[in-house]
């Protein structure tokens, strides 16, 4: 176990931008996720994520999802683009290269639609800075060959179950409660094993990347809803698109997407809020930073 980490108030100032910047210049997102089969189809998810990163800023994004879901996230986040997912790992790096992706959001609604042995490989080597959430994360549990060539470059962005399920996957028996202290122990865990910058949701978020440790003070229990997780990767890979330090963009990043929650609890209530309503009201959080930090 590292040493305890130092708990830090310290939240980012939004990305800056050229009054000269084009969409090319403000953060290029790639989003794999998206599953169709005889089960169960997700096209919601990655167009959720796809539509909150455009509302966190960033310039492009393309969504890379099963041919048969392309029309419907295109109806979904009109202003990305799709791609039919490959079978091979070396057709999905080919895609984020030829993109000229910031970053990668993985495993949004991504289901069993490639196998464990491609998104190993690809996790092993994306070159670019990587938000692993969903299904992504459930890939991981059942890998045990997932080796990130630069950890630090990476988001883990789990709620309790799945931090239990990545925690049983190497051998880790840790109790993880609803208390303050439990939480930040399972993410500390977390970090210690997989050594990247984790995002616990739940209240509370906490967010460390094992010598510096957060915990949100925004969002509600209205944001207890379907795709919720899925406008927080978008968020987050938005501001890590646009430059951020992962550290700093996954505070940043829950930060305002509880803040986000809170104006649209404010003015729908807790009970009616959706994910959709999260992404209504990042204008306003977005705008209530920026004035708080240029004061």
């Known amino acids: 176990m590292t040493a305890e980490p130092i708990l830090t108030r310290e939240i980012a100032s939004l990305p800056p931008r050229s009054e000269d910047a084009h969409k090319g210049d403000v953060g290029r997102v790639v989003i794999i996720g998206g599953c169709c089969d005889a089960d169960v189809a997700m096209a919601g998810a990655p167009a959720l994520t796809a539509n909150a990163a455009f509302r966190s800023g960033c310039g492009l994004v393309q969504v890379v999802t099963p041919e048969l879901l392309r029309s419907a996230v295109i109806g979904l986040a009109p202003c990305a683009t799709t791609r039919s997912i490959p079978n091979d790992v070396d057709s999905l790096l080919r895609f984020v290269s030829e993109f000229e992706a910031d970053v990668v959001a993985f495993g949004p609604g991504l289901g069993d639609t490639i196998t464990v042995e491609t998104g190993e490989a690809f996790l092993s080597r994306c070159p670019c800075p990587l938000v ?22 990476v988001i883990l962005t789990p709620h309790p179950g799945e931090a239990k399920r990545l925690l049983a996957a190497v051998g880790r028996d840790l109790t993880l409660e609803r208390s303050p202290t439990s939480r930040r122990q399972a993410a500390c865990a977390l970090h210690d094993i997989y050594r990247c910058v984790i995002v616990l949701k739940g209240r509370g978020t906490i967010v460390t990347n094992g010598d510096r440790l957060y915990v ?19 968020i987050i890979a938005a501001l890590v698109g646009q430059g951020l330090e992962c550290f700093e963009a996954a505070i940043l990043g829950v930060f305002l997407h509880g803040l986000a929650g809170d104006f649209a609890a404010e003015e729908l209530g807790r009970y009616s809020m959706t994910a959709l309503d999260i992404i209504e009201y990042l204008p306003e959080a977005f705008s209530e930073h920026e004035m708080t930090t240029n004061e």
């Open 132 to 153: 692993v959430d969903a299904d992504g994360l459930n890939l991981m549990v059942k890998s045990a060959a997932v080796r990130f060539s630069d950890p630090s470059r």
């Open 216 to 234: 949100n003070g925004t969002g509600n229990a209205g944001m207890a809803t379907g795709g919720s997780g899925d406008v927080l990767t978008g």
